[in-house]
C-alpha cells in the first residue's frame, strides 16, 4: 500500500532492515488467490466459488441485513486493571453499526466463551462482522476459553459461515505463504464453500490492528474494507520516535479477499427492473454490462450494434431481442438470466 517510502537493507542480507520517509499508504489492495488452499480446495475449485459467491454479493443476492457485529475477545486482551484496553477491545465495533447492534464476547466475562460457542456464532445469521482476538499461528486459533483449546484452519473451513467480513486480531492468520495442512486461517474462513465471507483484514505476522476505533469510524460510513484500512493507518502516530513500534506490531497487515466489499452495499436503488436499449453506448470500457430485476428489452426500434472489441453482458431473468441486433466477428455477447435483487433492508 505504501508507494514513497525507503526501504534499506543495511547488511545485505536480501531483507529489508529499515525504513524511512512517509509510512502512510496512499492506496489499498486485496490479495484474492486460493493457490495456499490445498489440500482443503483445489486452486481453480476455490477461486471459481470465491469469485462466483462475490459477483453475487455485487448484484444483490447476498441479503444485506446492516444489523450486528461479534467481538470475540480473549482474556489477555480484556485485563481487569486495563479497563481503558478491554474497552478497545470490546466495544469499538459499536461505530460500525451502532451501539445497540453488536454483541460484545469476551473469556472474562462471558461463561459461554469458549470453541463451540464461537463456531456456533460463526454459523450464526446474526452477524454480519466478526472481530476476534485471539492467540494464533497461521493455521490454527489457540488457548480457546478455560479449556485452552486449539480451533484449527480445516476447523473453521468446515464449520459453516455466515459473517461477510472479518478482522483478525490474531498473529500471521492472514500468512498466505505459510505452507500448512490446514491452509492458513484468513483464507479458511473466505474460500470455503460453506463461507458466506468476502474479505479478512489481519496480519501476515505477529501484531495486528490496533487500535480500532478509526477502522470502524470508517467503515460505518459506508467505506470499503480498503478505505477503512487506509484512513485507519493515516490517523496513526509515525513519527519518527514511534518507527521500531509500528514496523514491530502494525506492519505486514493485509487484506485477504476483496477489499471493495463494504456493509452498507444496497443495489435496491441501483437495480433496475426494466431496461430498454435503443442503441449502443459509446462507453470507452471493453466491457458493457446491463443488469434488471425483471427485463432488458432491445424493441422493434432499436438499433443495437456491438463494436468490434467490445463485450455485451444482458442479465436478467427475461431478456427480448425485437429491434435490429448485430454482433459482428470480434465482439461477444453474453446473455445470463440471474438479474439483480433488492438485498436490504431499509
Known amino acids: 500500500m505504501d508507494l514513497n517510502g525507503i526501504w534499506t537493507d543495511s547488511n ?47 448484484i444483490g443476492h447476498r441479503h444485506i441485513n446492516k444489523k450486528y457485529a461479534l467481538s470475540y475477545t480473549n482474556e489477555d486482551w480484556v485485563p481487569v486493571n486495563h479497563p481503558d484496553i478491554a474497552n478497545i477491545f470490546n466495544h469499538s ?22 470453541k463451540t ?14 472481530q476476534l482476538a485471539s492467540h494464533s499461528y497461521s493455521y490454527s486459533h489457540t488457548d480457546f476459553g478455560i479449556a485452552n483449546e486449539w480451533i484449527r484452519g480445516n476447523v473453521i473451513y468446515a464449520n459453516g459461515i455466515q459473517a461477510i467480513g472479518f478482522n483478525l486480531f490474531c498473529c500471521s492468520a492472514c500468512r498466505w505463504t505459510a505452507p500448512s495442512i490446514y491452509a492458513y486461517l484468513a483464507g479458511d474462513y473466505i474460500y470455503s464453500p460453506n463461507s ?11 501484531g495486528s490492528m490496533y487500535p480500532f476505533s478509526r477502522f470502524y469510524i470508517s467503515l460505518g460510513s459506508g467505506k470499503t474494507m480498503g ?16 518507527v521500531d513500534s509500528l514496523l514491530c506490531w502494525n506492519y505486514g497487515m493485509t487484506i485477504i479477499g476483496d477489499p471493495l466489499v463494504n456493509f452498507y452495499h444496497c443495489t435496491n436503488s441501483t437495480c433496475e427492473e426494466y431496461i430498454e436499449l435503443n442503441s449502443y453506448g459509446n462507453s470507452s470500457s471493453p466491457l458493457s454490462y446491463n443488469l434488471a430485476s425483471g427485463k432488458i428489452v432491445i424493441p422493434q426500434e432499436g438499433v443495437y450494434s456491438i463494436p468490434v472489441g467490445k463485450h455485451c453482458i444482458l442479465n436478467a431473468p427475461t431478456v427480448e431481442i425485437d429491434g435490429h441486433f448485430e ?16 438485498n436490504c433492508d431499509e
Open 117 to 130: 460457542d464461537y463456531l456456533q456464532r460463526l454459523s450464526n445469521q446474526t452477524y454480519e462482522f466478526i
Open 196 to 206: 458466506e465471507g468476502l474479505s479478512v483484514v489481519g496480519s501476515t505476522k505477529v
Open 327 to 342: 454482433c459482428p466477428l470480434g465482439a461477444t455477447l453474453e446473455i445470463i438470466n440471474e438479474g439483480c435483487q433488492a
Open 12 to 58: 545485505n542480507n536480501r531483507n529489508f532492515d529499515r525504513y524511512s520517509g512517509d509510512m502512510k499508504p496512499e492506496i489499498f489492495l486485496g490479495r484474492i488467490s486460493t493457490a495456499n488452499m490445498s489440500p482443503l480446495i483445489g486452486e481453480i475449485e476455490g477461486m471459481r466459488l470465491y469469485l462466483n459467491k462475490n459477483h453475487k454479493y455485487w
Open 227 to 242: 478505505q477503512s484500512l487506509v484512513d485507519w493507518w493515516r490517523n496513526k502516530n509515525t513519527n519518527v520516535n514511534n
Open 93 to 114: 465495533i459499536h461505530y460500525l453499526y451502532g451501539s445497540n447492534n453488536y454483541h460484545p464476547y469476551n473469556e472474562i466475562d462471558s461463561l459461554c466463551f469458549s
